[in-house]
């Protein structure tokens, strides 16, 4: 699975749009951009996934770029209840095993 | 709650005690996988099987841990002769096979070795 690299930390006031990068530049053309997030004291939680387009669900936005070097989740009015650390995953569909995740990003929303 | 649960969610033993977990997934997910996460670390994988079958193992598994999953339903995972280091919490995920996006997640146990 290629590598990816995030920033440490990020903070975010309540109610504006959170953006957060990710880059993989040495990702295949077999593999997906996968999001996951971990609230304090809970499991990670899937959040979306992408391959070249532009994905949106009810949680969030996820933008790659054309070149699919780099993405962008989006969580467009980010509430206290955001705060979390997210993590950038790279994998192939049919890689049904194990997870790579690396340290992520810590979401600070603030009040 | 049809989600992922994990017992004990918190565990406090000696060094040397052996401890056991226990994970049931969600009905029907025929893969479960344990993962390990440390503080400020992201999870890492321990082992996953498919229905009964354990089909890999971390290098990260030394020979005092053991994980099964005997009828393919709920699975443990057991380390035998505890040692500080293993203190950590131990994740269990489930889904439901191939070409899925996701796996769901537990809460986690939280083992504390004095």
């Known amino acids: 699975d290629a590598k990816t690299t995030q920033p440490t930390s990020m903070d975010c006031a309540e109610g504006r749009a959170a953006n957060l990068p990710c880059n993989h530049s040495t990702i295949s053309g077999n593999e997906y951009v996968y999001w996951y997030r971990q609230i304090h004291s809970q499991g990670p939680q899937y959040i979306i996934h992408?391959?070249?387009n532009n994905e949106t669900n009810e949680m969030a936005s996820l933008i790659i770029t054309e070149d699919r070097k780099s993405s962008t989740l989006i969580l467009p009015h980010a509430t206290l209840r955001d705060t979390a650390v997210y993590y950038c995953?790279?994998?192939?569909?049919?890689?049904?095993?194990?997870?790579?995740f690396g340290k992520g990003t810590r979401l600070h929303i603030l009040p | 709650d049809t989600g992922v649960s994990q017992d004990p969610r918190h565990k406090i033993t000696k060094r040397g005690q052996n401890v056991t977990f226990r994970c049931d997934p969600i009905?029907?997910?025929?893969?479960l996988y344990w993962y390990r996460q440390t503080l400020g670390q992201g999870p890492e994988f321990l082992t996953y099987?498919?229905?009964?079958?354990?089909?890999?193992k971390s290098r990260l598994l030394s020979d005092r841990f053991s994980a099964e999953r005997p009828k393919g339903s709920f699975s443990t995972l057991e380390i035998q002769r505890t040692e500080q280091g293993d203190s950590a919490m131990y994740l269990c995920?489930?889904?439901?096979?191939?070409?899925?996006?996701?796996?769901?997640f537990g809460p986690g146990t939280r083992l504390t070795v004095t």
């Open positions: 992408g391959l070249k």
């Open positions: 995953i790279v994998r192939a569909l049919n890689r049904d095993d194990k997870i790579i």
């Open positions: 009905s029907e997910h025929n893969r």
């Open positions: 995920a489930s889904s439901p096979g191939l070409l899925t996006y996701e796996q769901y």
């Open positions: 099987f498919q229905n009964e079958a354990q089909l890999e």
